[in-house]
């Protein structure tokens, strides 16, 4: 695993456990060799990430749409900064380059983002894994409302159990790498 990408909010959130955890994780891809690719801003804990990353000597790579590169306010000390044309190219662009998916605590635009590298497994575009940082049980009541769909019949219990999840930095990158894809029997049919 040579780059995982991790989609975390533009704010740092209400809780200084969130920027811990982002500075833990910099510290365990930095260790292990492992690039960020990230949306490209220098804002909230994306920064915070990227920076701890870049102080200890890591490599980053961002990918920023041109509409939100003022938004955002780019990062200036990238290893690379990827600029595209839309929210569209920057998810593809980031799912081409990276070989795992973290979700941190962040807000619409970090679900759109995890939600797409996640939908993007379960129909085999991709077969690279998925996981939740889930920082002091901040996805705790998707992954409540996950269950809920595995309940009523509308995902997969196998498609669920591929998602990775852990509080804990370390342990998450550990799955990540272990990761196994779900079988495309759990597919819907005519008979369902």
């Not at 998707?142 to 995902?155: G, R, S």
């Not at 219990?157 to 990761?179: M, V, Y």
């Amino acid at each position: 695993m040579k780059r995982i990408a991790v989609f975390c909010g533009s704010r740092k959130g209400t809780k200084d456990a969130y920027e811990l955890a982002a500075k833990r994780l910099a510290k365990i891809l930095v260790e292990g060799e492992i690039e960020l690719v990230f949306g490209g801003g220098r804002v909230g804990l994306m920064g915070i990430l990227a920076d701890s990353i870049i102080t200890q000597g890591g490599k980053v790579t961002g990918v920023i749409p041109t509409g939100l590169s003022t938004r955002e306010v780019v990062h200036q000390n990238l290893t690379e900064l990827v600029t595209v044309s839309d929210m569209h190219e920057r998810k593809a662009k980031m799912l081409d380059l990276a070989d795992a998916f973290i979700a941190m605590p962040g807000g619409i635009g970090t679900m759109d983002e995890f939600f797409e590298a996640w939908t993007w497994y379960q129909l085999g575009i991709h077969e690279k894994p998925v996981g939740l940082l889930n920082v002091e049980g901040y996805f705790d009541s998707l992954t409540n409302y996950l269950h809920t769909m595995v309940d009523q019949d509308f995902l997969a219990e196998e498609h669920f159990k591929s998602l990775c999840t852990s509080d804990c930095p370390e342990a998450l990158i550990h799955k990540l790498k272990l990761s196994k894809r779900a079988s495309k029997s759990v597919w819907v049919t005519d008979s369902k």
